[in-house]
């Protein structure tokens, strides 16, 4: 089932069910669509998975909020990398975009991100 993106990650990733995700198409001048939540499948400080209901082309940049217990994160800029089928709706690969340079880097996010991270992945073993 998985792709050839599992061969370009850097880290493993840790399944991640039960923290809740927002995600919101980004626009130039506004955030466009209207926020939906989908399922996170798996993630790392780099990217994660997550199950949407509706199909998002590869390359859209979103942002995303995160919310869970001792987690509350919002407007993480991501890019999708892929978008597959998947059970009864779309398996979306996304990558955080603030490890995609250096200059869009930002220690807070990356803080952020390893925490979650760091949670689930103590959670996972």
Do not use: H
């Not at 198409?25 to 780099?46: F, H, I, M, S, W």
């Not at 779309?90 to 990356?110: A, E, H, M, P, W």
Request: overall charge positive.
């Amino acid at each position: 089932m998985m792709s050839d993106s599992a061969d370009r990650r850097i880290k493993d990733r840790y399944p991640a069910s039960c923290l809740r995700v927002q995600i919101r198409e980004r626009r130039l001048l506004r955030c466009g669509k209207n926020p939906a939540q989908v399922t996170c499948l798996d993630l790392n400080r780099y990217g994660m998975a997550v199950l949407s209901p509706r199909p998002i082309e590869p390359g859209t940049r979103l942002l995303m909020d995160f919310e869970g217990k001792y987690i509350n994160e919002s407007k993480v800029c991501a890019r999708v990398v892929e978008c597959l089928p998947f059970q009864a709706g779309y398996r979306i690969s996304v990558q955080f975009s603030y490890c995609l340079n250096k200059k869009g880097y930002s220690r807070t996010v990356d803080n952020a991100l390893s925490r979650i991270e760091g949670f689930y992945n103590r959670f996972a073993s």
